[in-house]
């Protein structure tokens, strides 16, 4: 099993920037690939970012050159960059781990708000 703990959510100003981290445990060394996605209000869950174990990413073509995806292997942690914040990037961002069969993870989600 591996659990995944979200933080760096919160209310941010259209324009900011905000930094997501989420901490792996347990079993983390099944771990291939990593990632966020997010939901907001009635809609369906989305990718935002992953990162695989050597380091290669996707971005959502909504967030490309504004969010950065980055791993520290070291610490079991992967991380969220977001900048240029827009009201529509508001949701409950969720942390997603992967191991090599393809089996998912999921943390208890951290919610991002964009507004003035």
């Known amino acids: 099993q591996v659990q995944l703990v979200e933080s760096g959510g919160g209310l941010v100003q259209p324009g900011g920037s905000l930094r997501l981290s989420c901490a792996a445990s347990?079993?983390?060394?099944?771990?291939?690939?990593m990632g966020w996605y997010r939901q907001a209000p009635g809609k369906q869950r989305e990718l935002v970012a992953v990162?695989?174990?050597?380091?290669?990413?996707n971005y959502a073509d909504s967030v490309k050159d504004r969010f950065t995806i980055s791993r520290d292997n070291a610490k079991n942690t992967v991380y969220l960059q977001m900048n240029s914040l827009k009201p529509e990037d508001t949701a409950v961002y969720y942390c997603?781990?992967?191991?090599?069969?393809?089996?998912?993870?999921w943390g208890k989600g951290t919610l991002v708000t964009v507004s003035s």
């Open positions: 990162i695989s174990s050597s380091g290669s990413t």
């Open positions: 997603n781990a992967k191991n090599p069969w393809n089996i998912s993870y």
């Open positions: 347990g079993t983390i060394y099944s771990i291939n690939t």
